[in-house]
T-cell receptor, first 114, second 109 residues
Framework: DTAVSQTPKYLVTQMGNDKSIKCEQN?????MYWYKQDSKKFLKIMFSYNNKELIINETVPNRFSPKSPDKAHLNLHINSLELGDSAVYFC?????????????FGSGTRLTVV | TQLLEQSPQFLSIQEGENLTVYCNSS?????LQWYRQEPGEGPVLLVTVVTGGEVKKLKRLTFQFGDARKDSSLHITAAQPGDTGLYLCAANTGNQFYFGTGTSLTVIP
C-alpha cells in the first residue's frame, strides 16, 4: 500500500486549460501539504490543510486552489494554466506538523504546460 | 537568498570515497531534518536532529546539528552508487518549515 499517492504522475496540457491533481494518504496523518519543486530542485510549500482548515497559504496565485473533501484527501486544482506553472508538484502529509517525524511525500506529478 | 543554503550544489565522486554535505543558515532552528530524493520520487526522511551538537548515525551516514542550531552536516563514509540522489536539509523556525537548496550527489561505480 502506498502511503501517499498522487495522480497523475505526468500531466501535459496547453496554456489556459484547467487541471486537477489528486492526493490521498492512508497514514492517518492530520495535516496534508502541496509543494512545488522548480527546475532547480527547490521545494517550496504552497498549501497545508489540517482538519479541513487551511493553515498555511503562501503567496501563490489564486489560480491554484486546494480542495480537501476529507482528512485523507487533498486535491490541487489549477485554473488558466501558464507556462511558468510547469514544475513537479508533491503532495505530503505529517502527523506533528513535520517538526520531528517529518513529512511523507508522494512520488510527484510532473506538470508540463505547452 | 534562501534561508537554508546547502553546499556543494553538485558532487560527483567515485565509489568508496567519503564526502560531507553542509546546510547553513543565519537563523536558529527548533529542529532540522535531512531527506534523500531519488529521480522520479518524492523526498524520504533520513533523520531529525533537535539538540545543538547532536550527532546521529544511520549506517554509513553521520548527521550533526551545529551547537548553535544554525547549521548541520551530513557525512557519508565509503559512498556507494545507491547513495546517489538529491539530499535536502529542512528546518523549522516557529511554525514555518523550509527546505534547503539541495545537493545533488552522484556516486560513480
Amino acid at each position: 500500500d502506498t502511503a501517499v499517492s498522487q495522480t497523475p504522475k505526468y500531466l501535459v496540457t496547453q496554456m489556459g486549460n484547467d487541471k486537477s491533481i489528486k492526493c490521498e494518504q492512508n497514514l492517518g496523518h492530520d495535516t496534508m501539504y502541496w509543494y512545488k519543486q522548480d527546475s532547480k530542485k527547490f521545494l517550496k510549500i504552497m498549501f497545508s490543510y489540517n482538519n479541513k482548515e487551511l493553515i498555511i497559504n503562501e503567496t501563490v496565485p489564486n489560480r491554484f486552489s486546494p480542495k480537501s473533501p476529507d482528512k485523507a484527501h487533498l486535491n490541487l486544482h489549477i485554473n488558466s494554466l501558464e507556462l511558468g506553472d510547469s514544475a513537479v508538484y508533491f503532495c505530503a502529509s505529517s502527523q506533528d506538523g513535520g517538526f520531528y517525524y517529518g513529512y511523507t511525500f508522494g512520488s510527484g506529478t510532473r506538470l508540463t504546460v505547452v | 537568498t534562501q534561508l537554508l543554503e546547502q553546499s556543494p550544489q553538485f558532487l560527483s565522486i567515485q565509489e568508496g570515497e567519503n564526502l560531507t554535505v553542509y546546510c547553513n543558515s543565519s537563523s536558529v532552528f527548533s529542529s532540522l531534518q535531512w531527506y534523500r530524493q531519488e529521480p522520479g520520487e518524492g523526498p524520504v526522511l533520513l533523520v531529525t536532529v533537535v539538540t545543538g551538537g547532536e550527532v546521529k548515525k544511520l549506517k554509513r551516514l553521520t548527521f550533526q546539528f551545529g551547537d548553535a542550531r544554525k547549521d548541520s552536516s551530513l557525512h557519508i563514509t565509503a559512498a556507494q552508487p545507491g547513495d546517489t540522489g538529491l539530499y535536502l536539509c529542512a528546518a523549522n523556525t516557529g511554525n514555518q518549515f523550509y527546505f534547503g537548496t539541495g545537493t545533488s550527489l552522484t556516486v560513480i561505480p
